[in-house]
């Protein structure tokens, strides 16, 4: 039995100002073709579908589109709630889809929903919404639920006993510690600042134990939503599919990939299935004349962060930038030669600066000239006036 593992979709997400839709659709149209070619029975959604509670229309165009085209190649679709998305609202029509072979949790309800596929090895998906220690509490008050910990134990202590020779996977989206390893962040997760912290154990974080997942005859497979960037928690068949397209400028050049996982009776093995994007995102350093020298700008259309090593801010340098690739993200600075701490050092020479001479710098690498007497009186007037 194989199925494919996706996490994270964020369907609707704009990243930079820039709207993703079309390089969702391309990606799920990829994961369809993968669909095909690989034979999967079942595609697990591990939560975060949409990027918003309230998703924009086109994406929820989007998501009825892959619904469909997966239902239409007889292939059931397990899913779950990410904390982007609205528990009540993923939950719609849900018992409705159930017939057709598209399973979703959106809110939990008190105990976790199994969806059991039949094939040549039984398997039940556990679908585990993403919890909130409150949410549990109210359905399990007798429980002791005091975080994330404790609440995901309890809703995973209603599950009745494992059955022999059926096979059991969780779909889950927590942040989850196993047995030491801490996940290792993309920068686009909303957790991303809190996880960068030296100090991230249970007790500093609000995650789950790996231990959780196998209490109670444990899972064969256990697939994770929340981290962006593909990894396994702490053991093999305990893992995050990542998002499928790079969602942060800090994940430039970032393999992405779907999770192929084949159920054996004798437990599950994965393989990663590479994703290439419609636009890739990549990190650029050099002067500007040289990216954007035509003989040198390749695949134009692909989203760019370029650190410019020019000594001296160069004038237009984003619009020259998106002249030679429109969906240029975002521009910054590094002067070759100059000291590692050059920003703090610029930083504290500013400081130092009073107004009139910050705004003549200025004038003057824009204009190529100083401020006349004239405009100085006219800039100390206005300064006067109110605040600038
Ligand atoms: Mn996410």
């Not at 719609?92 to 057709?100: D, E, H, K, P, T």
Request: proline share 6%; charged share 20%; hydrophobic share 45%.
């Amino acid at each position: 039995m194989k199925f494919l593992h996706l996490g994270d979709l964020h369907l609707g997400k704009r990243v930079n100002g820039f709207d993703f839709l079309e390089d969702q659709r391309y990606i799920l149209a990829q994961i369809l073709d993968l669909c095909g070619a690989q034979g999967v029975e079942a595609v697990v959604l591990a939560g975060d579908i949409y990027d918003a509670a309230l998703p924009p229309a086109g994406a929820v165009t989007l998501l009825d589109w892959f619904l469909t085209e997966l239902t239409d190649r007889n292939i059931q679709v397990l899913a779950v709630s990410g904390n982007h998305d609205s528990p009540d609202r993923l939950d719609y029509a849900s018992a409705l889809l159930a017939r057709q072979g598209v399973h979703i949790a959106g809110r939990f309800t008190g105990k976790v929903r199994i969806a059991a596929l039949s094939g040549d090895v039984p398997v039940e998906f556990c679908l585990l919404p993403f919890l909130r220690p409150a949410t549990v509490r109210h359905y399990l008050p007798d429980e002791g639920i005091v975080n994330q910990d404790t609440a995901v134990a309890a809703a995973l202590a209603t599950l009745p006993p494992r059955r022999d020779g059926v096979s059991r996977v969780l779909v889950a989206h927590q942040t989850v510690l196993g047995w030491g390893s801490v996940p290792q962040c993309a920068g686009s997760e909303s957790i991303a600042a809190e996880m960068s912290g030296a100090d991230v154990n249970i007790g500093t974080l609000d995650a789950v134990s790996a231990a959780r997942f196998t209490e109670n005859g444990g899972f064969d497979y256990v697939a994770l939503g929340h981290i962006h960037r593909p990894q396994t928690a702490g053991a093999p068949n305990i893992r995050y599919a990542g998002a499928p397209l790079c969602y942060s400028l800090d994940e430039a050049g970032a393999q992405k990939s779907a999770v192929l996982v084949t159920l054996t009776p004798a437990g599950a093995e994965t393989e990663l299935l590479p994703l290439q994007p419609l636009r890739a995102m990549r990190h650029l350093t050099g002067p500007l004349a040289e990216l954007t020298d035509p003989a040198r700008v390749t695949d134009p259309e692909d989203y760019i962060w370029a650190t410019l090593t020019d000594d001296t801010p160069q004038p237009d340098a984003m619009a020259v930038l998106r002249a030679a690739y429109p969906n240029a993200m975002r521009l910054d600075y590094a002067p070759r030669g100059a000291a590692p701490d050059w920003q703090a050092e610029t930083a504290v020479t500013v400081r130092r600066k009073s107004f009139e001479e910050l705004f003549s710098d200025f004038f003057e690498q824009m204009n190529g000239r100083s401020l006349t007497e004239e405009e100085r009186h006219i800039l100390n007037e206005m300064r006067e006036e109110g605040p600038l």
